[in-house]
């Protein structure tokens, strides 16, 4: 009869933040498969725990899932573990599970912390609904039209972001959604942990104040608050990048000065007059 494999949710950072079953489990199972055996280690031993380890991590996600497979299929018990969180949310697992799966093997899920939902709840921005994007791309076409989604998303947005990229995520953000609220969650549940509030500009200006710059960030971004009367018409736009224009102000310069006087992303208002010249231009 296969065994179990069991997904089980670890502390994102204070090692407390773990359920009493998932305790229990990690001691019974016959096999830890996770991410980084010496952060494994180090929670196992604080729980007194000692079970062998497999490292599993993106890459060499596709030949361990065929061994941890093998174990399963042979009676052996199996906890997939992360770093810190949900496994398989935005870390590897998913051609494991997704293979158990289509062999029947049972698959048990044991929930616990989840940097995402810890930050949506401590946000105060809309919680009824939201849309989970992990890391962005790091570049190009795909980076781009994720941050027009995020730009266009009528629920609240919740992202990942690695310390060394932060800066250059905000200032993105900035241009694809204005001066939409969002929060910047660092080190949460440690001794350091703080949330920053404001707009993406005014996060990152505070960010790059600083001497350095650590731990992972869970940004969750405000839904756009539309309110008809107050959304400008095309015509009003191209007027205002105009009047900025005659008053010396460069061409994109005037774009963000108008972007910032409606609360529009750049982006938005740079589509909007460039379509305008466009038609004019062919008319």
Known sequence: MPGTLYLIATPIGNLEDITYRAVRLLKEVDLIACEDTRRTRKLLAHYGISKPLASYHEHNEERRAAELLERLRAGEDVALVSDAGMPVVSDPGYRLVRKAAEE?????????????????????????????????????????????????????????????????????????????????????????????????????????????????????????????????????????????????ASRMDAIKAAARRFHLPKRRVYEIVAGGEDQAAEE
């Open 104 to 248: 029947g093997i049972r698959i048990v899920p044991v929930p616990g912390p989840s940097a995402a939902l810890a930050a949506l709840a401590a946000s105060g921005l809309p919680s009824d609904r939201f849309l989970f994007l992990g890391f962005l791309p790091p570049s190009g076409a795909r980076r781009r039209e994720t941050l027009r989604r995020i730009a266009e998303a009528d629920v609240t947005v919740i992202l990942f972001e690695a310390p060394h990229r932060i800066l250059t995520t905000l200032e993105d953000l900035a241009e694809a959604i204005g001066d939409r609220p969002l929060v910047a969650a660092r080190e949460m549940t440690k001794i350091h942990e703080e949330f920053l509030r404001g707009t993406a500009e005014e996060v990152r200006r505070e960010l790059a104040r600083r001497d350095s710059i650590k731990g992972e960030f869970t940004i969750v971004i405000d839904k756009p608050h539309k309110d008809a009367e107050a959304l400008p018409d095309a015509d009003t736009l191209r007027t205002a990048v105009t009047e900025y224009m005659d008053a010396g």
